[in-house]
Nanobody, 122 residues
Framework: QVQLVESGGGLVQAGGSLRLSCAAS????????VGWFRQAPGKEREFVAR????????YYADSVRDRFTISRDNAKNTVYLQMNSLKPEDTAVYYC???????????????WGQGTQVTVSS
């Protein structure tokens, strides 16, 4: 079992920045992949970014590439999502998830956090 807890969400003006954290505990191991997803009101949950725990194999959705950066701190068992140049359309509940398959589809992720709200005002 892997437990995930997100933090760092909040309200920010357009153009601002936030850093989300995903703290992992339990059965963490080098093969794990951590992804960030988001779900806006009335929309399906969508992939944002992912990273392998043991390396720098990262991948981003086109909508956030060059604005968001995913990283990890193995010593703290934490994955971060640095979000810059935020837009109102980035408003959503952000979830981190963990699995063992390098994927952008949520069905491949077995463990999920509770989510953190990000609201970007115009």
């Amino acid at each position: 079992q892997v437990q995930l807890v997100e933090s760092g969400g909040g309200l920010v003006q357009a153009g601002g920045s936030l850093r989300l954290s995903c703290a992992a505990s339990g059965r963490t191991f080098s093969r794990i992949v951590v992804g960030w997803f988001r779900q806006a009101p009335g929309k399906e949950r969508e992939f944002v970014a992912r990273i392998r725990w043991s390396g720098d194999n990262t991948y981003y959705a086109d909508s956030v590439r060059d604005r968001f950066t995913i990283s990890r701190d193995n010593a703290k068992n934490t994955v971060y999502l640095q979000m810059n140049s935020l837009k109102p359309e980035d408003t959503a509940v952000y979830y981190c998830a963990a699995g063992i398959v390098i994927a952008t589809t949520e069905t491949f992720y077995d463990y999920w956090g509770q989510g953190t709200q990000v609201t970007v005002s115009s």
